[in-house]
């Protein structure tokens, strides 16, 4: 049976026809969420909130957000912060490289244009930590630039409503999807558009069983009209995930504990963290726990049991961390650092001042909703 538009028409439109450009901007208008970034689209704002957006579901930004809004309202406060103060802004948010490039590129702003964002997309993309969509995102929702733009939200929009047949991973799939939005995006609404077509996305053409019937653009969209909507976009197949086992040492001394900092350049880098590592093919993990202690630290230990098992997921890496308490053994070995940069010896309530990766946080919780940080 035909579908009647919103417009309380049964005639379906073509993708070709520029009309639906209209259409998503005046449904956007009615039905976006009131996001803190929405207030005055102040370029700042818009470049911070992309940043966080980025591999980052929205709910889960918006209190990181606005707290770093609070602590850092522009360019300068954060060239100004400590790497240190951004980590423990961010953690939780995961990617840590997009904290490294913000305070990178917050330098660069400061001494090349005087603290404003700039709002041309080459010059944007010259920043650190700005590719094609972020430079896109800042250019159209900060400065009204008429630019597509194409995050996993409109991708999937776009390939099904051109019943796109193709993996949308192809090099000239991408082109193709950015001159289609080029050619409904009205003039002079890039702002309205881009955000409509992403906020479409994420609230109607959900991934799964998305809501047809309730969407603003039905009649125009193919995959629809085909009935091949639950087999767009097409994907190439993923990478399976890989099961990590890591078990690392919450080490005592006199009150204190034992932490460091890992080095600059490749994961979770500046973040602070327990020592250990990758438990090996047929070692237990209190066996990886003494080893790991050993090559990292020169330092040998004596195990006091186990505090807890973590199960955490990492981009593709499905991780389950063994925690130990521990002591020196024999005690007052001065540990040598061989792959951290940095460390301390810390007072347990101290723990909440430095940035830790999620599952170590989640340790730190534990160990404080038991007591197993009175020493
Ligand atoms: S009709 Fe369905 S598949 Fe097509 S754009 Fe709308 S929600 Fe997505």
Not at 24 to 32: A, I, K, M, S
Not at 344 to 367: E, M, Q, Y
Request: proline letters at 7%; aromatic letters at 8%; glycine letters at 6%.
């Amino acid at each position: 049976m035909a579908k009647t538009s919103s417009s309380g028409s049964n005639m379906r439109h073509d993708p070709e026809d520029e009309s639906i450009g209209t259409c998503l901007v005046e449904w956007f208008c009615r039905n976006q969420r009131p996001l803190p970034w929405r207030r005055h689209y102040d370029p700042y704002a818009v470049w911070i909130s992309e940043t966080m957006l980025q591999q980052t579901q929205m709910t889960k930004v918006v209190p990181y957000f606005e707290r770093w809004m609070d602590r850092l309202p522009n360019v300068r406060a954060v060239a100004e912060a400590s790497l240190d103060e951004l980590l423990q802004l961010w953690e939780g948010l995961g990617y840590y490289s997009r904290v490294r490039h913000l305070k990178k590129a917050a330098d660069i702003i400061l001494a090349r244009y005087g603290g404003q964002i700039p709002s041309d997309e080459k010059a944007l993309r010259r920043l650190p930590g700005i590719g094609d969509y972020t430079a896109a995102a800042i250019a159209s929702l900060a400065f009204g630039r008429d630019v597509p733009v194409l995050d996993g939200n409109a991708q999937r929009v776009t390939a099904r409503l051109l019943d796109w047949e193709k993996p949308v991973e192809d090099s000239h799939t991408k082109k193709a999807f950015q001159q289609a939005l080029r050619r409904w995006m009205p003039p002079g609404r890039a702002r309205e558009f881009n955000q409509a077509v992403m906020e479409l996305g994420s609230m109607v053409c959900a991934p799964r069983r998305p809501a047809c019937d309730a969407c603003p653009v039905f009649s125009w969209c193919r995959a629809y009209a085909a009935g091949t909507v639950p087999h767009r976009p097409v994907k190439t197949r993923r990478l399976a995930a890989e099961q990590v086992t890591v078990a690392v040492a919450v080490l005592h001394d006199n009150g204190n504990v034992f932490i460091q900092k890992r080095p600059p350049g490749g994961l979770m880098a500046g973040l602070w963290e327990f020592p250990g590592g990758k438990v090996e093919e047929g070692e237990s993990p209190e066996e990886a726990v003494k080893r790991e202690l050993c090559e990292e630290l020169g330092v040998t230990v004596k195990l006091l049991g186990k505090i807890a098992e973590i199960r955490h997921a990492v981009t593709r890496f499905r991780i389950r961390l063994h925690a130990f308490r521990c002591v020196l053994d024999p005690s007052g070995q001065i540990p040598t650092l061989r792959s951290a940069v940095e460390a301390l010896w810390v007072p347990p309530a101290f723990l909440d001042r430095f940035a830790f990766p999620s599952a170590n946080r989640r340790l730190i919780r534990i160990l404080q909703e038991h007591s197993g940080l009175d020493l």
